[in-house]
């Protein structure tokens, strides 16, 4: 058990760009799910989205904007915020003493399209868009590697919504290993028609044209989840070598535990409880010191109601407040769970837990949903959930410092 310590949080959301304006309209239940706009959405069944107006001239060097994508951008910008947060300038750094590992899952799709049309107005001159999709991955963590000159140990993770949490565990261990700091946790999203359709074939996206309808996890009303983009850059680092140099702590991240769903049809047990019970024992947490759980989600019956049996099984009936402010956001990919596990320390720093929006009400799943308003705790471990398409499970232990 080797707890990593968070000295920067950068935060970009629907409803607010960086981390205190997120923090203050997620409290204030101000959503940022609306009418998609980036592409005309008329002829799809699925028409909300969570979106981010961002002008990239007034966050980054006029250089970096012809040389990158739309969510390229976003993380660059939540990079920087979370390093300035820090108060850290990694090039001050011995070499290789810092890092960039990050999650990623859906941005691609974007980049990929536009090199798809490319190849179709240019001809084979350009990549194929498949390669370019595969590549945008390292490119995302790699222009926060070279525009900060940190050559230590980087790497993306790929695991949809799990992501952002195995990306900050993978940062752990490198941290174990001697790294002095990594940057790391999601920003993504996928709003563009290829990655629509993409999303849409899992046929988990809710179809509501009403935003305060759309995405309601727990509820009797769910019908599937909006997607957003979005996310959370974290700056991790050995908690001895924060305390040495002055810097403030967030919050540590202390424990952690992943699993993967069985084999569809085969009767064993979801994984989703398993990734909880390894997280709580790997922080050396009983499940009566936490004081929410952060969940994933995913606002389809079935899964919603494993998610609840899980911290049923776990926590009791009741037995800890649950939360899901991402129904302000919509699901972020990979960005998702990196923005919940900001959204817990920020819970830590103010004693307050944000709301799920619109639900009226989880009695059914026998959980203590957050609804409606905020709710006063004196915060001091939080748990965020996250599951992945594919049978992903992953699982965060979040601590005041």
């Not at 957003?228 to 850059?233: M, N």
């Not at 979801?270 to 990734?275: E, H, M, S, V």
Request: proline content about 6%; glycine content about 14%.
């Amino acid at each position: 058990m080797t707890a990593v310590a968070v000295t920067g949080v950068g935060a970009i959301a629907p409803n607010g760009q960086g981390t205190e304006e997120y923090w203050r309209a997620t409290l204030e239940g101000r959503s940022g799910i609306g009418p998609l706009r980036r592409f005309d959405a008329s002829g799809y069944p699925a028409k909300l989205a969570g979106e981010i107006d961002f002008d990239p001239a007034e966050h980054l060097p006029s250089r970096l904007v012809p040389q990158t994508d739309h969510m390229t951008r976003l993380s660059l910008a939540a990079a920087q915020w979370a390093l300035d947060d820090a108060g850290v300038e990694p090039q001050d750094l011995p070499d290789f003493a810092a890092g960039v590992i990050t999650a990623s899952s859906a941005g691609g799709f974007e980049f990929g399209q536009r090199e798809l049309e490319n190849l179709w107005r240019e001809g084979p001159k350009y990549v194929s868009a498949y390669q370019s999709y595969a590549w945008f991955y390292a490119v995302n963590s790699g222009q926060i590697s070279i525009r900060h000159g940190m050559r230590g140990p980087s790497g993306v993770v790929v695991s949809d919504q799990a992501g952002g949490l195995d990306a900050l565990a993978q940062s752990r261990r490198q941290i174990r290993k001697g790294t002095r700091l990594v940057v790391s946790g999601g920003v993504d999203g996928s709003l563009c028609p290829w990655g629509w359709v993409a999303q849409m074939a899992g046929d988990r996206m809710s179809t509501s044209q009403d935003p305060e309808c759309a995405y309601l996890p727990f509820d009797a009303r769910a019908r599937g989840h909006v997607p957003g983009e979005g996310g959370a850059h974290l700056v991790v680092e050995d908690v001895a070598s924060a305390r040495e140099r002055g810097a403030r702590i967030h919050g540590l991240i202390s424990g952690y535990g992943s699993t993967m769903d069985p084999r569809p049809g085969s009767g064993r047990e979801p994984g989703l409880r398993r990734a909880l019970t390894l997280a709580l024992e790997d922080a050396g947490v009983r499940p009566d010191e936490v004081d929410v759980v952060f969940a994933d989600g995913a606002a389809v019956p079935e899964l919603d109601r494993i998610e609840a049996d899980a911290l049923g099984e776990v926590f009791g009936r009741g037995g800890v407040p649950v939360t899901a402010p991402k129904t302000m956001t919509g699901r972020l990919t990979a960005g998702a769970a990196a923005l919940d596990v900001a959204t817990a320390l920020l819970a830590i720093r103010d004693g307050v837990i944000p709301p799920t929006l619109h639900v009226t009400g989880a009695a059914e799943y026998g959980i203590d949903l957050v609804t409606g308003e905020p709710r006063k705790a004196d915060v001091r471990t939080a748990v965020v959930l996250a599951r992945g398409h594919g049978g992903f499970n992953s699982a965060v232990v979040v601590q005041a410092a």
